[in-house]
């Protein structure tokens, strides 16, 4: 039951629903979150970005929490500068990715690692939205892919997707699932990541009730995340399905929805 701001725990996406397309994070949501933790609030993030990279993009945010990345793939503690849990996808899901590269050259095909993402291919739909320093190029095969890998990624144009999704969904095995990141992007995760499970699992973390917890997000990937929180949130310019589930519609990412969010918050327990 929240009583008040402390009990809330707040956890985001971060493409498309805390950081704005070009302009990351807003003055607004910046002075929002900072007041929101001064008052005993929990603040993390859930993305499907490794922690190299999130860490570069948040480094100003007060994240008080263990933040979810890859989608479920591991925590991390900020505090203690370490990987907690991390869940790796079964070694035999690249020769399903290779079946996929071999049947459709439109594709490019990557996989993450704890340190970065890295491409197979050219990247080119990669390249439209992630920038350099992100990603490395892996000189190798498929068979050559290393063990710790959490997902693997097939980015392809949108009007290709529901072919590839369709093929790939009866090419891989029941260990890993299928879900969308964006209109380009198709992850490829062990069947027991989420963002939802991994919010039961920060919740239980942390000793906070999932009733206190407050997710928001804006496309496929967080889904789950929405549905479990006790406050599902989805910014306006969300997937329309996602916006179904939501309890509450906040200002797009660009209108600072996370400050909007924490206002919401503020006008029914501070």
């Known amino acids: 039951m929240i009583e008040s701001i402390s009990d809330i725990l707040i956890i985001t996406d971060v493409d498309g629903t805390l950081l704005r ?22 603040f993390t993030v859930s993305t499907g970005r490794a922690i190299d990279v999130a860490r570069y993009l948040l480094k100003d945010i007060p994240i008080n929490a263990p933040s979810v990345h890859i989608n479920g793939g591991y925590f991390y503690d900020w505090k203690k ?9 079964s070694r035999y899901t690249r020769y399903s990715v290779k079946k996929i590269k071999e049947k459709f ?31 490395h190029f892996f000189d190798g095969s498929f068979d050559d892919i290393p063990e710790n890998v959490y997902k693997f990624i097939v980015c392809c144009n949108p009007e290709n997707m529901e072919e590839i999704r369709k093929f790939a969904e009866s090419v891989c095995g029941k260990e890993v699932k299928l879900i969308q990141s964006s209109p380009f992007f198709l992850e490829i995760l062990p069947s027991q ?3 939802g499970k991994s919010l039961e699992r920060l919740c239980e973390m942390l000793e906070i009730p999932l009733e206190n917890s407050v997710a928001a997000g804006d496309y496929e990937n967080d ?15 969300a997937q329309e399905s996602l916006k179904e589930k939501a309890d509450i519609i906040l200002p797009s990412c660009e209108e600072n929805a996370i400050a909007h969010l924490i206002e919401f918050l503020e006008e029914m327990y501070d």
């Open 21 to 42: 397309e070009k302009q990351g994070i807003s003055k607004e949501n910046l002075e929002a979150i900072k007041r929101f933790t001064d008052k005993g609030g929990r």
């Open 81 to 89: 500068n370490e990987i907690i849990e991390p869940n790796y996808i």
């Open 105 to 135: 050259d439109c594709c490019d095909c990557h996989f993450a690692s704890t340190e970065s993402v890295n491409l197979m291919t050219s990247g080119q739909y990669l390249k439209k939205y992630i920038p350099e320093r992100e990603f």
């Open 193 to 195: 990541n989420s963002k």
């Open 223 to 237: 889904s789950e995340m929405i549905l479990t929180a006790g406050i599902g949130a989805a910014v306006e310019n």
